[in-house]
Each structure stands twice: as C-alpha cells, then as structure tokens.
C-alpha cells in the first residue's frame, strides 16, 4: 500500500470502532432534535451509462445510513434528460445496485413527476416567480453577467402572469421550436451566485423519451427537477457531491418559494480512483472506440466491471467504507481497492491448483495406478471443507519452478534438489531429460512414500512447496490476467488526451493452463485462490469445453514492490 493510502482519511473498515461522519452527525442531531422521524435518502443516477466505482461510495452511503439510523432509500432515475438515457442503463444499474447488496424501497423515475413538475412551474409563474424568455441562449448567457458585474433583466421579464401562462402552455403544446422560448425562475440577477440569476428551469426539446415517450415537448432542467422530486419523496437528507454546492441556492428558493416539503441537501467530494478515468463521458468512449470489450470489461472501473473481474460487493463496501466521506476531493490509489479484495477473497476462495506454464515430472519410483488425496478448500475457512485430488506417476509442476543451475537459496526444484508437492510427497529431481534443441521437457523425480501430506514420518525437511496438477485428469483452460488499464495515475489530468495513456499490456490471455478437475464444476460468481498464483473467477463467457478463468488480483502488491525498486 502507498503512503497516502495508510492517510488519516483512511478509516477503519466495516465492525470496527468508527468516529461519525459529518452526514451522520448531522442525521443524529435531526433525530435527537425530533426534527425527523425517519431518515428517508435517495440514490439517484442519470440512466446515461453504467455505474462506476464512484457511484458505489455514494450507494454505500445513501442507504448505509436508513441501514443505520432506520427509514429507507429510493433508488430514482434522474431521466429528465430525453437524449441520452437508455432502458439498457436502468436495468445495469438496478442489478448492480441489488448485488452490491442493497434494497430500494421504492423504484422511481424523475420523469413519473412531469405532470407535478408542470404543475409546480404553473405555481411559480402565478406567483409572479417565472417568466417565459424569447432570447437566444447566447443572449441569455450575455445579460447574466459575470460573476464580478451584474447581470439585467431583459424585456421578457416584464410580462404578465396571464401571458406567461398562456405562452407556458402553447410550449407545452408544441407551438414552438427547439430552443425558441425558455422558462425562467425570476430570482435575482444581482446575486453573486451566477445560478440564481433567473436560471433556465424548462427547455423545449422535442425529443422521444424513453418512459414519457412523445408526451412532453417541453423537459424541466435539473435545477427544477432534483430538489422537487427530493420533496415530493419526502427526501430528509439529500446527499450528492460537491459541484452542487453552487446549486443549493437554488434548491433551497424553489423549496421555500413552492411551499412544498423541506428537503435539504449536503454535500460530499467526489472520489476518484487512480489509473483510470470515471466520467461517464470517457467510458463511453472507451467502449464506442473499442478499447475495452464493452461497460464490464475486466478492467473498467465499472462494478459491472469488477463484479466480472471477481470482486466480490463485500469487498468494494469494505473499500467505500475505508475510504469514508470526505470535504476534499481526492484520488484514491486502486491499491486500496485491491487490498480490499485480497482481504475477503483470502476468506471466501475456494484454493485450486492451476500451471500456467507446464512442465512435466515423471514419478519413477510410484508404482501402482495413483491415488486419492484429500485437499482443504480454504484453511482461513474452518468450514471450508475438503475436496479430492488424484495423484500419480505423471505430474505437472511449474516451468519457473524448476531451474537447472540455481543460486543459493533457491528451495524450488533443481537438480538433486527436494520439494514438497502440495497436498501429496516430497520428491527430488533425479535427471532432466531435454530434446534435441536442448530444451528441457520433462524432469524425472522420485518420491518418498513416507512423507505424504497429513502422515508424514519421512523426517526430511524441505523449504519449497509447489503446486502441481496430475497429467492424468487435469484439464486445459485459459486465463486471462489483467493489468491497469491506464499506465498513469491520473489519464484525465495528465497532458493530452486520456486515451494516449492506454496501457497496451493491459491483457494477457495464456490458453494452455493446466487445471486440477475440481474447476470443471466452477460456475459465475465461484471465487478461487489458484495457489501461488492470485484470486480468480470464471469468466461470463467460459464454456464447458473452453474453461476461462479471469484474474481478481494477485496474491500481493506486486506494484507496491515495483515502486520500491
Ligand atoms: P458523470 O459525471 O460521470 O456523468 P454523474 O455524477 O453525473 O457522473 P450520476 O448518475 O448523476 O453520475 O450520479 C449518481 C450519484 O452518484 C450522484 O449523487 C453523484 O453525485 C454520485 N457520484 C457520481 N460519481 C461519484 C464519485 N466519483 N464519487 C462519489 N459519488 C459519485
Ligand atoms: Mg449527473
């Protein structure tokens, strides 16, 4: 783990002690006070891409506190945008919020508050609150001002109520164009707040929604849809990130000015994870461009991404919950993440011995036809159970595990050298055999019966244990080991475009591993320790005759050591 990983900000994980955040300060303080009785929060996502990690801080924390505190948690499509947003991603999103482990109360869409939505800009314009504008959006942009000179009203502002209304509804109708009129909130051009300077709170769009379909011609922006849906679902603690601090102004005036419940909103910064992009914006274009397969890629920071690579939810909730709320934006290493998964995968995989890079033994001195021996699952796991390998004269062991001229120190194979074979006996290598080009293909080896795992009474001592697989029933599968997808800490703030930072080795297909049998009977979500070499998981597209593995993370922090070199 990096330095600023072991910062202060870093907070212990699930169970432990913990202080209170500031939301949970604020949330035991409007109880204590009866100000609420039930704490109600939201998560609310665009439906315009699939969520990241990102989202899963803010999903772990909107409804870890109505797990905490009681009350519930909505999940609300903000689909008030009619282009962009996909049926695709609402059900990406409901199933990655459910496997991350949480319930919604209740499903809800931004959209299904249209008719509320109108009803409520109706209220404003009566109260002499909203006008309809006829400039052009540069205009508009001009009078506002800057942020040091005013802003003025222009002509627009000055009409009726009844013109209003009349004007409101033929937008409505579809008596006008794109972008011909706007409905505006009548707040305060003065302000130094450049978003309470009479914001834009309809535009006509005609446009096919994907729920409302051809209905509206005329879609709130999200000033005037967020606050007022917060409200109309009692919303107690609205909880979204920092770039909308300039946006409580105005959510708090449209609150007050319709008279409708007081939801409020806070703030929390973003969290950015290192060696990758997180705007949807980027991971689309990841996609369409074809450098990654699709949204769960292995190696997007997408959880439909991860789920696919082999984390497990409890390790990203660990990781949202080490990693806290906070005021300040900041990047968090994906070492951190990593971690996370090592902690738990070390708890639920199931260990299974693969060879990556085959070589074989022959066991001269075994007679008989082989055997079986017992195996344990998981010795973190006093349940884990057992399972059966077969043993035999012909072995598979590790290319890298053997070396003909080794240095000292080195307890792995060698000639006249002894190892112990994981699970079974203690074998010494006697002669290697080589073809005619001088490679090595097999090792010849003898085995001590007395020494075997669980009944040893051979009395000799050896360093090294290997993995291995019986060459008798083992089978071929193919892994696919990932690398960051990024070769720098931050593509998006680094100089030109993100995409030049594409690391090309992110993936490495090795299809001739060898696999104990065990793995034939793996299935989708199956999590495994291939001993010595990393936690695993079965790839969504494996298939009975062509077994593929995917990589979760290595056993250590293999960049940790490179970083130290
Ligand atoms: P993008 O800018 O990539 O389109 P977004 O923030 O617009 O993402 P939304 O679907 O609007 O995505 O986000 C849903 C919720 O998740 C919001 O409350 C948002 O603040 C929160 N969220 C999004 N990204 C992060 C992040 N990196 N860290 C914490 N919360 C996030
Ligand atoms: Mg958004």
Redesign the pocket.
């Known amino acids: 783990m990096s330095e600023d990983l072991k910062s202060k900000e870093i907070q212990p994980t699930e169970g432990q002690e913990k202080s209170l955040n500031f939301i949970e300060e604020i949330i035991e303080t409007d109880l204590a006070s009866g100000k609420y009785k039930t704490i109600i929060t939201r ?7 699939y ?5 899963a ?3 772990c ?2 409804f870890g506190l109505t797990l905490k505190y009681g009350g519930y948690t909505n999940l609300r499509f ?1 689909d008030t945008n009619p282009i962009t947003e996909e049926t695709e991603y609402v059900e990406s999103i409901k199933e990655d919020v459910r496997w991350l482990g949480f319930e919604w109360k209740h499903e809800l869409y931004a959209s299904d508050y249209f008719d509320t939505l109108y009803e409520y800009a109706i209220r404003l314009i009566n109260k002499g609150l909203a006008y309809i504008d006829d400039s052009a959006s540069e205009e508009i942009a001009e009078q506002k001002g800057t942020p040091t000179s005013v802003g003025h009203r222009n002509q627009f502002a000055e009409r009726s109520v009844e013109e209003n209304l009349r004007l409101f509804e033929a937008m409505k109708d579809g008596k006008y164009k794109d972008g011909e009129k706007v409905l505006r909130a009548k707040i305060d051009m003065n302000s130094p707040n450049m978003l309470m300077r009479d914001p834009i709170i309809y535009r006509i769009k005609h446009a096919h929604h994907h729920r409302t379909g051809d209905k509206w011609c005329i879609y709130p922006m999200y000033d005037f849809a967020h606050g007022q849906s917060d409200s109309i679902e009692n919303i107690t603690h609205s ?3 920092m ?2 601090v300039p946006h409580r102004e105005v959510y708090d005036w449209l609150i007050h000015n319709l008279e409708i419940f007081p939801s409020h909103q806070y703030e ?6 290192s060696h990758t992009v ?6 689309l274009q990841l996609v369409n461009e074809g450098h990654v397969t699709g949204w769960d890629d292995p190696r997007m920071p997408t959880i439909s991404g991860l789920r696919r690579r082999g984390y497990t939810p409890e390790s990203i909730r660990d990781f949202a919950n080490r990693i806290g709320i906070a005021k300040r934006e900041n990047t968090v290493d994906v070492g951190l993440l990593e971690f996370c998964a090592r902690e738990h995968l070390n708890k639920a995989a199931l260990r299974r011995m693969v060879v990556f890079d085959p070589l074989k033994v022959v066991i001269t001195n075994y007679a008989g036809e082989g055997e079986t021996l017992r195996a344990e699952n998981n010795p973190e796991n006093p349940n884990g159970g057992e399972r059966e390998i077969s043993f035999s004269n012909e072995l598979y062991i590790e290319h890298e595990d053997f070396m003909e001229e080794p240095p000292k120190k080195y307890f792995r194979l060698a000639p006249g050298q002894m190892v112990r074979l994981k699970y079974a006996y203690i074998i010494k290598c006697d002669e290697v055999v080589k073809d005619n080009a001088g490679n090595i293909v097999q090792l010849n080896c003898s085995h001590f019966p007395e020494s075997r795992s669980g009944a040893d009474t051979s009395g000799i001592k050896v360093k090294g244990t290997l993995h291995w697989v019986n060459a008798k029933d083992c089978v071929k599968v193919q892994v696919n080991e990932y690398d960051r997808l990024f070769g720098v800490e931050d593509p998006s703030g680094s100089e030109g475009d993100f995409r030049n930072y594409i690391n090309p080795d992110s993936l490495q297909v090795d299809e001739n591993a060898l696999a104990e049998p065990a793995l034939k009977d793996a299935v989708i979500n199956d999590r495994f320790q291939f001993l010595r070499k990393g936690y695993f998981t079965l790839e969504k597209d494996s298939a009975a005759d062509k077994l593929i593995f995917n990589k979760t993370v290595g056993l250590k922090d293999s960049w940790a050591k490179e970083s130290k070199k």
Request: charge should be positive; aromatic fraction near 8%; include cysteine.
């Open positions: 998560f609310p996502p665009e439906p315009n891409g969520l990241h990690i990102g989202h801080s803010s999903i924390l909107n903000d909880i979204c990130t770039e909308f929390f910064a973003r969290r950015n994870l997180m705007s949807k914006r980027r991971l």
